[in-house]
């Protein structure tokens, strides 16, 4: 009889991550505001699992609006030049499941648009991270108060350019997902 074989690892397409963290972030990819700019808030939070526990390998990715509202973005966004706000940024958590965004506070609607990649999702999650909760939003409004607080990128005491937004993937406090119809954004 043939000795068994050694078992063989798995590959990238054969699993869910944790390739997401190590893959895909971009240098200084936490950086969407431009260096030095007197406008600059801080976006900081952490990813959480069902459990409650840190995830150490996910990747979120924002999108959002310019100060004066538009949406132009810039070409290239993942370009950095240090003087254009181009409306994009990708954030890895760090082994302690944190990250940490700079970026300008969002013109026109007072969200930055999130999506969170991680280990176990077979398909990306989109949220939102409000800097007001607007009483007119019509998807704020189909929520449930304590559902909507999940939306929210909080003021931080003691900071003011700073805001906390935590992602919990499931269980209690799971932050509300978004659905999209195909081919239309989470903008």
């Known amino acids: 009889m043939p000795a ?3 078992p063989v690892p798995p590959t990238p397409s054969q699993t869910i991550g944790p390739f997401y963290a190590q893959a895909l972030p971009v240098p200084a990819g936490g950086d969407a ?3 030095g700019h007197p406008g600059t808030v801080t976006v900081h939070g952490c990813v959480y699992d069902g459990a409650g526990e840190p995830v150490p390998d996910a990747l979120l990715e ?4 310019a100060p004066d509202g538009s949406l132009s973005g810039a070409p290239g966004s993942l370009r950095r ?3 254009t706000f181009t409306g994009f ?3 890895p958590t760090g082994r302690d499941g944190r990250f940490v965004l700079r970026t300008l506070p969002p013109g026109g609607a007072p969200y930055l648009a999130v999506c969170v990649h991680a280990r ?3 398909h ?3 949220t939102r991270a409000y800097f007001s909760l607007p009483q007119d939003d019509p998807l704020l409004a189909a929520l449930p108060a304590e559902r909507r607080r999940t939306l929210l990128a909080a003021p931080d005491p003691g900071h003011a350019r700073a805001r906390r937004f935590d992602v919990r993937l499931s269980g209690e406090g799971e932050t509300v997902f978004l659905s ?3 081919g239309q954004g989470p903008g």
């Open 4 to 6: 068994p074989l050694p």
């Open 33 to 35: 505001a431009p260096a």
């Open 62 to 65: 924002f999108w959002q609006a």
């Open 81 to 83: 030049d240090g003087m």
């Open 89 to 91: 940024a990708r954030v």
């Open 120 to 122: 176990g999702l077979t």
């Open 124 to 126: 990306h999650l989109f």
């Open 180 to 182: 999209f119809p195909s």
